[in-house]
């Protein structure tokens, strides 16, 4: 949705797959933590998401992939718009707070790696019809959810890396008011 395509230089098995999506909920509340309202809704440039925008698309891309997966395994879906779960085209402001949402997301995540720790072979091999076009076995689906929450994660470390610091001016004085 908002940036590059970060290339892996070899395949994921099932286990860096499920090692690197269970550690997004955390990285992304290293990353911004600490952070206010003003400096989520920051905006760098017309081309660039806020930080709160962004998160906010990662969090909720990362639900409902996780959905996606827990009911391909549990309900036995052979199709779905796996392309568009995993990269919706909208924005998706917070409509929560920052940390309401991060812990959501986090028990959300907790519960599909709990799940995708007991998949075998069968399960990783079974594959979801993409409407959009192609087929992909559950594994590359987390391999490509994998690619983008980290470049996503890259994006979140970049923009608040660029954020400007905070300075405060002091109090007002009386002749820097205008009636």
Known sequence: MYGSNVELQEELSPADAVLLMSSVPERIADLVYGLDEGRLGYRHGPAFPTLGGLIGHLVDSGTKVDGLLRHAH?????????????????????????????????????????????????????????????????????????????????????????????????????????P
């Open 74 to 178: 549990l309900d036995g879906i052979a199709s779905a718009d796996v392309r568009g779960i995993i990269d919706p085209t909208h924005d998706h402001d917070l409509d929560r707070p920052l940390q309401e949402a991060l812990e959501d997301f986090a028990r959300v995540r907790r519960r599909t790696v709990d799940l995708l720790h007991g998949w075998g072979k069968n399960e990783w091999e079974r594959t979801l019809s993409d409407p959009r076009g192609g087929s992909f076995t559950l594994l590359e689906v987390c391999r490509m959810v994998t690619r983008h929450e980290m470049a996503h994660i890259a994006q979140i470390r970049n923009l608040t890396v660029l954020l400007p610091e905070h300075e405060d001016l002091g109090p007002l004085r009386p002749q820097d008011v205008t």
